[in-house]
């Protein structure tokens, strides 16, 4: 026989299920086993005494497979399906028995009475839990979701490299790594192929794996994550802000649309968010006026929640920064500002992009002034010898934007098996 998954069995049909036992409960004459698949869950009855010896024998998230009759349900439970039936076992058969649980599975809230540091130690453990299926399942749209926007903008999905000869990016903060006789380092973005991609593509994306090796042991950062990146040829830096604008209202709408279970499994609710632009000197007198700090070329923490309350579910657009806090590659706006802005959405930033300099020379002058040796950059900088145009783009962290959407405070909860500077395993 096929199997049917739980959220597609009808009523008067017999039908084959697999999946874990969420829970059991039984009397005398008889057992009640609540079965769970990646659809849903469904209860169980035997009345049949020569299967109580393996009920017995079962604990939570035993893998089992059940043939049955699929009936209206006579005995309520808050987790049948939607269509309120229940299966009547005729055969139950034990897959892989379950030793007992390091933490709980079935019971509500678990979040708030395990500690992340515990569930992150058996992650495929709390794989299980409906509430953590979830937050991937989100995932996964929110990436099927921008694919699916950067393929209808015409973009090209490309593939770069992980292992560089030296910084992408400036700085000391990397891994390095022993490539055949060379050393080499573990890339920090894309950035720099990306711009060359570009240059001849014109619009190109990637989902792509950095690696920093920040010491910092923050709810919001990770020593690996994943980022999504586009960049656009003949493009300034207001057209790049345009597309991400409209990329994370496709991905909200999306997962709106995909995810409502799982939505209502995290008790979360969405809404499409708005676009504002502000420069960084509007913001910094906005700061002002509200008593929070902030740097004089960057924004605090406290200054990114501060726009995320005083504009609810909008992709705040901070540009015009100032040119001192931006990386060497930002196209400069003058002598003190540059091309370059961040996104702040949910009171975080989600996004930092700018136009890039596409003149080798300029580019040249801001590597020295970033105290960079443009040695170390001759491939990069000898592409834009060839006509390359100006162009833009950003780079969103996939961990970072799930975690606004979803309004989880700890970006690990949100990454499937996290590396920060403590985890290597599991």
């Not at 570009?198 to 994550?225: I, M, Q």
């Not at 003949?234 to 990329?247: H, I, N, S």
Request: hydrophobic share 40%; charged share 25%; proline share 4%.
């Amino acid at each position: 026989m096929q199997r049917t998954h739980i959220n597609q069995i009808k009523e008067g049909h017999t039908v084959l299920v697999q999946g874990w036992v969420h829970s059991l409960r039984g009397q005398s004459k008889i057992k009640f086993l609540q079965l769970r698949d990646i659809t849903g869950v469904v209860q169980c009855i035997s009345m049949d005494q020569t299967q109580f010896g393996t009920f017995d024998k079962l604990l939570a998230e035993s893998a089992v497979s059940i043939t049955g009759l699929v009936k209206k349900a006579v005995v309520k439970s808050d987790e049948v399906t939607q269509k309120n039936v229940e299966i009547e076992i005729q055969t139950l058969e034990v897959l892989n028995y379950a030793e007992p649980l390091p933490i709980t599975i079935a019971a509500k809230d678990e979040a708030l009475t395990n500690e992340l540091s515990k569930r992150l130690d058996y992650r495929y453990v709390d794989l299980h839990r409906r509430d953590t299926q979830a937050i991937f399942k989100i995932q996964s749209t929110l990436l099927e979701a921008f694919r699916e926007f950067m393929i209808t903008e015409g973009a090209t999905e490309c593939i770069f490299p992980s292992i560089i000869g030296a910084s992408s990016e400036g700085g000391t903060e990397l891994y390095p790594v022993q490539y055949f006789e060379k050393t080499a380092v573990l890339s920090q973005s894309c950035q720099l192929y990306k711009q060359m991609a570009a240059c001849s593509l014109e619009k190109v994306f990637s989902v792509f794996t950095v690696w920093r090796a920040e010491k910092h042991n923050t709810l919001r950062h990770l020593n690996e994550a994943r980022q999504m990146d586009f960049e656009i040829a003949f493009a300034d830096d207001k057209v790049a802000m345009e597309v991400l604008g409209r990329c994370v209202q496709h991905i909200v709408k999306v997962i709106m649309e995909k995810n409502a279970a799982d939505l209502e499994v995290l008790k979360t609710q969405l809404v499409v968010p708005t676009v504002k632009y502000m420069t960084f000197a509007e913001v910094a007198k906005l700061m002002r006026q509200h008593h929070v700090e902030m740097g004089e070329d960057d924004l605090s923490g406290d200054a990114e929640h501060t726009l995320g309350e005083l504009f609810p579910n909008t992709v705040v657009f901070v540009h015009d920064w100032p040119l001192a806090g931006k990386p060497f590659y930002i196209m400069p706006k003058g002598k003190d500002l540059s091309y370059g802005y961040d996104a702040i959405y949910k009171g975080m930033e989600i996004c930092s992009g700018g136009q890039r300099i596409h003149l080798p020379e300029l580019l040249i002058e801001r590597l020295k002034v970033k105290g960079l040796d443009p040695d170390h950059f001759k491939s990069y900088i000898d592409s834009f010898r060839y006509g390359a145009p100006p162009h833009a783009g950003w780079g969103v962290g996939v961990e970072r934007l799930t975690m606004q959407i979803l309004g989880i405070k700890n970006i690990r909860e949100v990454t499937l098996f996290p590396r920060d500077r403590d985890r290597l395993t599991p």
